[in-house]
């Protein structure tokens, strides 16, 4: 049967369910493994009040720079945590398993059913709705079984902070904008993305005030410690951002090219910025600072094109860090040569088409 059957994302949400609720009734530690940004903490703070409310302890990781769910350093931290469960959120999925210990992926990025992980429960939309995000499925998986509905303007940041003004239209969003204000959520998605974004990637922060807030407006008034050093890492990553927007692109064809050396990951939003002024091109944003000898590189448009299809067929079988993400939002992180060759490759395809 498909997994792409509402049967079988019932079964992934029950088992998954279960999976939470068994590791809560025993006391057992939970690791609660996430993206950093805006998505992936805000399901990342949704799943930590849920365990513990469960009766679970929790210990918290996301990969540090240059580093995926995969990488096994990454993954040696993570089993020494010493968990008897691994909640994995919002960083993509991959053939596989992540982690030794029992797991559960819940991820809305698209993915091909044959290409899911190999892990105890799966929860997905596999890319199918447009109108989700990792936070808003973890909302939806956890709300019957714990306390989390208080919380609900959480999923409301993870859907604004991937879909934007589009997420107005979600009734976790709207119903958070009633209560909280649209001003004060999007300013907590910024204050949240900047954390991640920063040169010290210091994502742990931006959960931390998620855990400490009672309301978004939180973490741009509030008193706490990690809401004012969130703030002091927003104006950072707002500098850097300003700076890296100044660059010019080259206009190779259909592409347009930025190529930045900041320790920031800022190279998606500058990437959506550029879409604005750039509504014909395809807009690459290629960051060299961010790890060295790699090369971190978003890739948008302001038509609706399948980003990830273009990527793919300039340069085929580039590995699983390359065209992920969505199809409308992808990019990757490859090797200074793999990336060099896919310049040659956009230069190549611009000037074929220029000659015919």
Request: charged share 20%; hydrophobic share 50%; proline share 6%.
């Amino acid at each position: 049967m498909s997994m792409f059957a509402a049967a079988d994302q019932d079964q992934a949400r029950s088992t998954a369910r279960d999976l939470l609720c068994r590791a809560g009734g025993r006391g057992a530690r939970v690791a609660v493994v996430y993206h950093a940004d805006a998505d992936g903490t805000s399901a990342a703070a949704l799943a930590c009040f849920a365990a513990r409310a469960l009766g679970a302890e929790v210990a918290t990781a996301t990969p540090d720079k240059g580093e995926n769910v995969h990488s096994p350093a990454f993954g040696a931290r993570v089993e020494a945590t010493g968990a008897a469960l691994a909640v994995v959120l919002d960083t993509g999925s991959r053939p596989g398993r992540p982690f030794a210990m029992p797991t559960l992926i819940i991820d809305h990025h698209r993915v091909d059913p044959a290409q899911a992980p190999e892990v105890e429960a799966f929860v997905s939309t596999f890319g199918g709705d447009p109108m989700t995000s990792t936070s808003a499925l973890t909302y939806e998986l956890l709300a019957p079984i714990a306390p989390v509905a208080p919380r609900a303007w959480l999923a409301a940041l993870g859907l604004l902070g991937d879909l934007g003004d589009a997420a107005r239209r979600h009734p976790l969003v709207a119903a958070a904008a009633r209560e909280h204000g649209i001003g004060a959520l999007r300013e907590a998605v910024a204050l949240v993305n900047a954390a991640g974004r920063s040169e010290a990637h210091d994502a742990g922060v931006a959960l931390a005030a998620l855990l400490e807030a009672e309301r978004p407006a939180d973490l741009a008034r509030g008193g706490g410690e990690a809401a004012g050093r969130l703030r002091a890492l927003r104006q950072e990553v707002a500098a850097a951002t300003r700076r890296a927007i100044r660059v010019p692109p080259r206009v190779h064809g259909r592409w347009a090219v930025i190529q930045l050396d900041e320790p920031y990951r800022i190279h998606g939003p500058v990437a959506s910025a550029w879409t604005r002024r750039l509504a014909d091109q395809i807009v690459l944003v290629a960051n060299r600072g961010y790890v060295p000898g790699r090369v971190h590189f978003s890739v948008r448009s302001h038509r609706p094109l399948d980003l990830r299809a273009a990527l793919s067929a300039l340069l085929p079988d580039a590995g699983p860090d390359f065209a992920a993400g969505h199809d409308r939002a992808t990019g990757g992180i490859v090797d200074a040569a793999v990336f060099d060759e896919l310049l040659r490759r956009i230069q190549g395809e611009a000037a074929r088409e220029a000659a015919a």
